[in-house]
Each structure stands twice: as C-alpha cells, then as structure tokens.
C-alpha cells in the first residue's frame, strides 16, 4: 500500500473509531474467502477467424463450463460472430477492464494487440493479475493478415524483429515477462515429461499437442511446466510483478470439437489429462491472483446516502473498513459485498453501518438506501370531516389536511403528537394546514358546537328573566321573560334592532347566531279623578270638571255616578242599548255589560253578581262606581268627603 493511502487509511479507521462512540452503530466482520475468481476470456482479437472457435460457447464451452462448475464466475470480452472483422473502433481491453477480474485467459488470438492493450496486460499483471497465455504453431494464420498467434504475442514477426503494424510494439509483447514462442510446428501425442514441481501440474501425467509452438525462457523468473521428447519447453509459469502468468503453445487440448458449423475442430479437451490440466491451470492463477500483495476496493452507493470511502487500495488480509451513512430522511436498505447481501438495515432505524473485513481480493461494495416512511393517522372529535385517511409518507414530504366542520360546529384545535397546532375559533369552519413529515405522526382534530351570545340591555326599572349576557348552543331554544318594577310599565322591546314593540316576553327559536335584547321600562302615568257626594264638581288630573247630575249613595250603600261620567271621566266607552236595557262600557281587552235593575254583569263574557243594580234615576243612568272602576283595573279610595278614582297607565 503506497504511503499516501496509508495515511488516508489511518485517518478513516481513526475517524470511524471516534463516530461509533458517538453514534454506537452496528459493525460485521466478513472474509472474501468464499466469493467467486472472476474469469476474463478474450474474444476481442478474431478467435473466431478461419476454423478457429475459441470462445465460451462454442470450441472453448467446455472449458468455460468446467469453471463455472468450480464456482468461477466467467465472463468474455468481445464478439462470437465469425464473420465479425476487427476495426479500430471495436474497444480495446484496458487495465480499468482486466481490474474487474482476476484472471484473463487470451486464447490464441488472430488479430494483433494495440500497444495500448500490450501495456494494460503487462500492467495488470504487475498490479497483481494473472493471465493465461494460449498460442498455437508458427504459421496459423487463420485470417492471412500476416499475424498468427507466435508473433502477436511476441509482438514481432518471424525473420523481422523490426517488422511491425499500425499502433503494434516493435518489441517484445511477453518477451518482457521473461519467454518468447517458437516460430516452430511441433506434434507430440502425447507430452508427458511433467514437471511435477510445478503446482498446478500435481495430478497431470499427460498433456496433448497437435500443432504446436515451443516457448524460450529468457528469464529467470520463468519456470517450465512440460517438455517436449527434445526438452523444449511446452508449458511455462512464472510471475512478474506481483502478479502470475502461464503461457502453453497449442489450443488444441482446450478445443471440445464444437462451434460454427463448417469450421474443421478437433475434440482435444476430453484427451489425455488436457482438461485436468486446464482447470488447473486457473485454479493456480485463481489463487495467486487473489493472494496478490494489493487489491482495490471499490464503494457503490444508491441515491439516499454515501459509502466512505468510496476507493481504496488493501494489502491483501488486511481489515478493512467502509462507514455506509444514509441521508436524512434515508435508511439504509441492504449492503452488498461483491454479489452477496451482508447487511440488511431496519425501516426508518439504520443512518450509519460500519462494514468490516478482511481483503482478499478486488472486491465492490454496494450500498442501497431507501426512504424513511412514517405513517400518518388522523382521527376526529366532535361534529366534521377532514381529507384524510391512514397513510404512509415519506420523510420531509409535505402533507396538507383540508379540515371542515359541520353546521353549528366550528375547528377548534389541532393537536400533532399531543401539541397544539391550531386552536380555532367560532368563525373557523374551513382551514387547512400543511407541513413536513419528520416522523410517526399522530393528529386529532376537534370540533367544537357553536356557542352564542344572548346580550340583554336594560333601560329603566324593571329586569329579565334570565337576565344579564346568556349563552345558548347552536339550534336550541331560550325563552325571555320581560318583567317591569312597580309603578313601572314597558315602553319598547328592540330585538337585533329591530322593535317587538312592548312585548311582556321573547322567545328565540332555532338560535344559529348571535343575539341583542334591549329593553326600555318607563314609569306610569297616574290617573286620578276626584268626585263628591251630591256634587256636580268633579277633578280629572287636576282638572276641574262638572257632572250633568250629582252621584249619590244608594240604599246599599252604595256610590252610584252616572254613566257619561265613566265615558269623560275614566276614558272608557259607553254604549247604549235600548231594547235590552244595557249599559255596554269597553275599553282595550275588556268589556263590561250592566243590565238595569239586574245584579248580574258579565265581564268579558263571564257573570259576575254585584252587590247593588245599575238604575235609571230622573232619565239618567246610573251604575255603581266601585264595581265598574275596578273591572276596569282603576283603584277607588275613599278620604271623606272625596271619593278618588286612580289608576296607573
């Protein structure tokens, strides 16, 4: 590990040390041991030219299905069409490709490597990669480009070091990694001279060549794996960098015999120990790329939240460590460490997870994030309705409720998670509110009957009943008794301004509003009238009058007027009725009917027996004072030697 990520490094596991004191998150230890080397086969440079087919599904199949069988995850890079030409736009295997995988298979290619490509497979394997180099014999030039698989890999022609093509090095290709291939043609059924030092060649005796290229070691860090009968090698390993390699000079024995139809293949995979040896082969690249002394660690993150960091460089069996944060208002959801799920958070719970292991290989962590949800509930007290009903919302997603009261109702609070939000009043029949959703969200809505004021105002003496400013609920009733002092009458009654005149009582039906009462009490007038026995002078307020003819007391005792008195005197009306002998006095809501020489009045319709009769003396009537004046509600005093008549109007 350079220096400059040491530090970086340092300071991460430092900072990550002092935030999980803070925040006390959750942490998994976890080894890459038991995930999967990832298989590169290239098909980018003509594998597919002539009778070749070296591709994964068609001569190289079984090859790649013996991998995927051992748990590898296999890949290609480039085309299967046969009939596809390399161009200069097709994409070029780069190091920022091969760093995905960890072992690059280069089955023998018919097309030439840019140099570009030479350096990105040099470099990777200086980095720690491990590649698998498959020639074939001098010649087999299946395309007539001018290049067979000899002097691609080796970079130059046969005869012509100096010979070379557009963007192509006029130099050694593997020739840098210690070997060059033979511009020979060698048969040998089979190759058995093993070296069983080699680690990959334990379990093989025997390994098939049919056509076939031998390899120079011009490095010490180059080894031989198999030989030729003259000793030439035909299989060789070595390492360059921090990184491995295996280079053979046939591709024959990886041929299962299939592919296009009309392409002459030859089944050497199911002979001698060829596929044993193959699959070999990978497993030793497998295992030393994946021992390589530094892998990358890459960080993925969704949106709602960051991995940190999100690039890293590891020694291999190094602990690790990447702090996955969510967003405000995020979560996370699940964290990925290559292809397998090590971590699962918990709904609206896990901001920050701390991922921890051991590095082994390269390896992406992928961490996804999802919103924090919060359910909603509204629920109602009292008379109204609100558009609403239980729902789930994200955070900060704003909401808004449409809060209306029924008639005679009115809002009167709101409360979201027991505080109080709006306190209404009686004019508040429609609101709205709106805010952001930060968590679980609980509201009640009150509705409130409407209560209205009844306002009494009292002018003068007299009083209500009830009195004073009353309350009444919507739709309900209230009854108003008007009541005046004594020597007090009722002059006016205003209701909402309006006059009732001198009504004695109100009654409010229905009450949907409020209400003024205004009630204006004024005194009585005093009428008096002061009359004399046997005397034609009488008083009316003061006033002297004078009778046509005297009263008198009867024989009953009793003081007699006459009865155009009543009429001028006591502002009654007197009406005569001959045939039946009636004297008919009216005045308001009363009527009083006296019959001559009859005890019998009727008040009002009702018989009543006098103590005395009305008369007819000297052609005048006369009937008796008391009886009629208090019929009529006047009071009769008697202060010798006047009689006063008085009443209160």
């Known amino acids: 590990m350079s220096r400059k990520w040491k530090v970086a490094f340092s300071v991460f596991i430092l900072s990550m040390a002092v935030l999980s004191m803070l925040i006390i998150p959750r942490s998994i230890s976890f080894s890459l041991d038991s995930l999967q080397c990832r298989i590169l086969f290239d098909n980018s440079h003509l594998q597919t030219a002539g009778n070749a087919d070296w591709t994964i599904t068609g001569g190289f199949s079984d090859f790649a299905d013996a991998l995927k069988e051992k748990g590898y995850e296999v890949s290609q890079w480039g085309s299967d069409d046969p009939r596809r030409a390399r161009h200069d736009s097709d994409p070029d295997i780069t190091l920022d490709i091969l760093k995905n995988y960890d072992v690059l298979i280069i089955p023998e290619p018919n097309d030439p490597f840019t140099a570009q490509e030479q350096r990105a497979v040099l470099k990777y394997i200086e980095n720690g990669g491990a590649v698998f180099f498959i020639s074939d014999h001098n010649g087999a030039d299946r395309n007539h480009n001018g290049w067979d698989a000899v002097s691609i890999f080796n970079g130059w022609k046969r005869g012509n070091h100096n010979v070379s093509s557009k963007d192509i090095f006029s130099e050694d290709f593997v020739g840098r990694l210690g070997f060059r291939f033979s511009y020979d043609n060698r048969w040998q059924k089979p190759v058995n001279d093993i070296a069983k030092n080699a680690p990959f060649m334990s379990s093989v005796n025997s390994i098939g060549a049919w056509g076939a290229s031998s390899i120079v070691i011009t490095g010490d860090n180059v080894k031989p794996a198999a030989y030729y009968r003259d000793g030439d090698p035909y299989v060789v390993y070595g390492h360059y960098g921090k990184g491995s390699f295996i280079a053979i000079g046939d591709s024959s024995p990886f041929d299962d015999g299939t592919g296009t139809i009309g392409d002459k293949l030859y089944d050497g995979w199911h002979a001698y120990d060829d596929a044993k040896f193959a699959t070999g082969v990978v497993s030793y690249l497998c295992e030393k790329s994946m021992q390589s002394s530094t892998v990358s660690i890459k960080g993925h993150s969704s949106e709602g939240g960051s991995i940190t960091p999100d690039f890293m460089l590891a020694n291999v069996g190094e602990n690790v460590s990447m702090a996955i944060t969510a967003s405000l208002g995020w979560h996370i959801d699940k964290v990925y460490l290559g292809k397998k799920v090590v971590y699962e958070g918990h709904k609206n719970t896990d901001d920050i997870y701390v991922l921890t292991f051991t590095a082994t290989k390269n390896v992406d962590v992928l961490a996804t994030f999802s919103h924090d949800i919060y359910p909603v509930d509204v629920s109602l007290s009292g008379n109204g309705k609100i558009s609403w009903t239980h729902q789930d919302v994200k955070y900060g997603e704003k909401i808004s409720l449409d809060i209306r009261s029924n008639e005679g109702w009115h809002v009167d609070s709101v409360l979201v998670n027991g505080k109080k939000v709006y306190s209404g009043t009686r004019s508040d029949t429609h609101i709205t509110l709106s805010w952001q959703i930060t968590s679980t969200t609980d509201v009640i809505v009150s509705f409130s009957v409407n209560v209205y ?149 009727v008040v009002n319709g009702n018989p009543i027996k006098m103590d005395t009769k009305a008369v007819i003396v000297n052609g005048r009537t006369f009937v008796p004072l008391r009886f009629v004046a208090e019929a009529f509600g006047f009071q009769v005093e008697w202060d010798q030697p006047a009689i006063m008549i008085i009443k209160e109007r």
């Open 453 to 601: 004021r009844i306002t009494t105002t009292v002018y003068g003496k007299g009083f209500l009943e009830p009195g004073g400013t009353l309350t009444a609920t919507y739709g309900s009733d209230v009854f108003l008794k008007i009541i005046p002092a004594e020597h007090y009458k009722i002059r006016e009654v205003l209701l909402d301004g309006q006059s009732l005149g001198p009504v004695e009582s109100i009654s409010l039906r229905d009450i949907h509003a409020d209400h003024s009462i205004e009630v204006y009490f004024e005194k009585k007038e005093i009428h008096t009238v002061v009359l004399y026995i046997n005397s034609r002078d009488y008083y009316v307020d003061g006033e002297l009058r004078e009778m046509d003819v005297a009263p008198f007391i009867n024989k009953e005792n009793r003081t007699m007027v006459p009865v155009r008195f009543i009429a001028e005197a006591m502002g009654l009306s007197v009406r005569w009725d001959g045939k039946k002998r009636q004297v008919i006095i009216t005045a308001e809501d009363k009527k009083v009917i006296l019959t001559i020489d009859s005890q019998i009045a």
